[in-house]
């Protein structure tokens, strides 16, 4: 299973440096946006995507937790995202903006909050590249591991990204595809040689 790490995890004063410790186990890179309005939180912004691509050699792949994610979700495509994950109870028009995502020549995925089921967005599954399941509440929460079963509704030819509260030690759980991907944040960024910088 493929490793991405959630840069919202590390030091704010000091991502990078807690990042590079981390390159020989991780995939790639997860971005989370959020707005303080879609949910309760704030997260990263377009200076600190550029900086990252400036300085990281992998994939960034970015998860949009924010209202009328339209403008931004164009904006990440053209700065050279992977793949972009997004709410579709937040957009205006969930499949033109998956079909603009890959006219932009990113990835367009769809992003499965705790309170949707599968059966909510079975008619979008074929517009999307890729599906992110959330195990805990967006913007923060316990994890749910019931959530992890949303998989199984998920055709094998779409990745699958566990994101919310994962551990490696979850593995076992997860349907584990070859494109598949776990998103982990503290449990990365909070190991002893990554908090010393060794």
Not at 170 to 196: C, H, K, T, W, Y
Request: proline letters at 8%.
């Amino acid at each position: 299973m493929k490793i991405s790490a959630s840069v919202y995890a590390a030091d704010p004063c000091n991502i990078i440096e807690k990042l590079k410790p981390l390159l020989p186990e991780i995939a790639s890179l997860h971005f989370d946006v959020m707005d303080g309005h879609f949910v309760p939180a704030y997260g990263l912004n377009l200076a600190l995507f550029q900086r990252l691509q400036q300085t990281i050699e992998l994939p960034i792949d970015v998860h949009l937790m924010i209202a009328n994610p339209e403008d931004w979700a164009l904006r990440f495509a053209a700065m050279g995202a992977r793949w972009i994950a997004v709410h579709p109870e937040a957009c205006r028009d969930p499949k033109a903006l998956l079909r603009a995502i890959r006219q932009r020549g990113s990835q367009g995925y769809l992003a499965i909050s705790t309170t949707m089921a599968m059966s909510d967005v079975a008619e979008l599954l074929p517009e999307s590249d890729g599906v992110l399941i959330l195990s805990a509440p967006a913007g923060g929460g316990e994890f749910m591991p019931r959530m992890l079963d949303k998989a199984h509704a998920v055709p094998l030819d779409l990745p699958v990204v566990y994101d919310g509260k994962m551990q490696k030690s979850f593995i076992e759980l997860l349907r584990n595809q070859p494109d598949d991907l776990m998103v982990i944040g503290g449990a990365l960024f909070n190991q002893p040689d990554v908090q010393s910088g060794s």
